[in-house]
């Protein structure tokens, strides 16, 4: 390995280590599940009643004692009950949204009236064993945990298998004028792969000052697989190969004149505190080497999400580290910084849009970008429901 090599790999090589130190002792990030085990005497615990019992007793009338829903004759509304039994439903539902809508009923997540709010009737901590209880209906633990489905940062690509449909904008700031926009739709199949189409146009400044627009770039279509996935440490890791192709024209600045193949490994981890940490590090190989270089690229992204006033709208501020190194001699590391903020802008919270900038920090005088994102999780309901 010379040492071209090794300085472009070097960066990719640190951050994977810092990765694996986080990864490794992250652990068990959640609290303690039961933290009155072990405390309490045998007897006293007796009393405390099981997540079987609490369902049977405030659940199973509506969602049936399988949790496959009660038959719709005997249920006194037409609104139509979840299955719980379903894992590609079930699964990608994280344990707080589900407590969200059983303390605060229905519609704190813009769903019906019909599911009623169990307030103070019930306390958070044995919603929680409800929970647990609930999640044995699904008994195939291929699907990934919907806790593993990170907030998405702007560049850096998540490890979760999406069904989801995302509209970004990137407008460089300074010298040359540019509008790029992506479409990027996703959606799964199997418990844990998923299928990407991504759809770039946009306009650009030309030399003489005038604009070319609505042109396409270069379309790209990938596959991702969750290769390891679990709850209790915090982690999911991917791998995914993308194939980007000429459609946009080379000459405008449109497209890079060859297909290329961009391999790479995409990590998300759970921190305490509800924080997050993506990892993402891949290359990019074109077919035809004179119109493209080979480039690696590592990115992480640190985050943390806020719940507003305990149920409502998630934001989730996070800050995007880029690398970026063409494979041929000479050539010079390029970093970005991208501060970010994301926020759901709906009740059902399957709508968000993230705002940030990207700042190059090295000294190769590309532009800053102001990057922003729409995003629909398509699973979860339409674009006009949950508001
Ligand atoms: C009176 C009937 C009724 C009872 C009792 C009831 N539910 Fe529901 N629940 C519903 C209905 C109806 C829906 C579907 C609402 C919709 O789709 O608009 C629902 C939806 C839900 C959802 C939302 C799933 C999703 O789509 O993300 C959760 C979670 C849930 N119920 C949990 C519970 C829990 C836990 C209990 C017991 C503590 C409970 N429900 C008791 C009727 C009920």
């Not at 005497?41 to 405390?48: K, L, N, S, Y």
């Not at 079987?52 to 719709?72: D, F, S, T």
């Not at 391999?263 to 035809?288: C, K, T, W």
């Not at 993230?354 to 699973?379: C, E, H, K």
Request: aromatic share 12%; hydrophobic share 40%; proline share 5%.
């Amino acid at each position: 390995m010379n040492d071209d090599r090794f300085s472009a790999y070097g960066p990719i090589l640190v951050m994977l280590f810092f990765f694996s130190i986080v990864v490794l002792n992250a652990g068990k990030y959640q609290p303690a599940e039961h933290e009155w085990e072990g405390v309490l005497p045998d007897t006293v615990r007796q009393q405390i009643e099981s997540g079987e019992v609490l369902y049977r007793r405030a659940c199973a009338n509506c969602h049936g004692i399988k949790g496959g829903g009660a038959v719709q004759s005997q249920l006194g509304f037409s609104t139509p009950v979840p299955d719980f039994t379903d894992c590609n439903f079930a699964t990608r539902e994280p344990d707080a949204d589900w407590i969200a809508v059983a303390h605060q009923g229905g519609p704190t997540r813009g769903f019906s009236t019909d599911m009623p709010a169990f307030g103070e009737a019930l306390t958070t901590e044995e919603l929680q064993r409800i929970m647990d209880y609930i999640r044995t209906f699904c008994a195939d633990d291929d699907w990934p945990r919907g806790e593993l489905n990170l907030p998405r940062p702007l560049v850096t690509e998540k490890a979760y298998p999406e069904d989801e449909a995302v509209l970004s904008s990137f407008i460089n700031m300074e010298n040359e004028g540019a509008v790029m926009n992506e479409i990027v739709y996703e959606t799964r199949f199997g418990a844990r792969n998923q299928l990407e189409l991504v759809v770039p146009f946009g306009f650009r400044e030309a030399g003489d000052g005038s604009w070319n627009g609505g042109q396409l770039g270069d379309l790209a279509v990938g596959v991702k697989r969750a290769l390891y996935h679990d709850l209790s440490r915090g982690t999911i890791i991917s791998v995914t190969g993308e194939y980007i192709f000429p459609t946009g024209d080379r000459g405008t600045g449109f497209g890079k004149g060859t297909t290329l193949f961009e391999p790479f490994v995409s990590v998300g981890q759970l921190l305490p505190a509800d924080g997050f940490l993506h990892f993402q590090g891949g290359m990019e190989i074109p077919f035809i080497k004179d119109k493209a270089t080979e480039e690696v690229f590592w990115r992480a992204a640190l985050g943390k999400t806020v719940a507003q006033g305990a149920w409502g709208r998630a934001w989730s501020p996070m800050v995007e580290v880029l690398g970026a190194r063409e494979l041929e001699s000479g050539a010079q590391n390029q970093w970005d910084l991208v501060p970010q903020l994301q926020v759901t802008l709906n009740q059902r919270q399957h709508i968000m849009m993230n705002v940030g900038a990207r700042i190059p920090v090295d000294d190769s005088g590309r532009d800053t970008q102001f990057m922003v994102y729409i995003l629909w999780d398509w699973f979860d309901g339409g674009l006009f429901e949950g508001w």
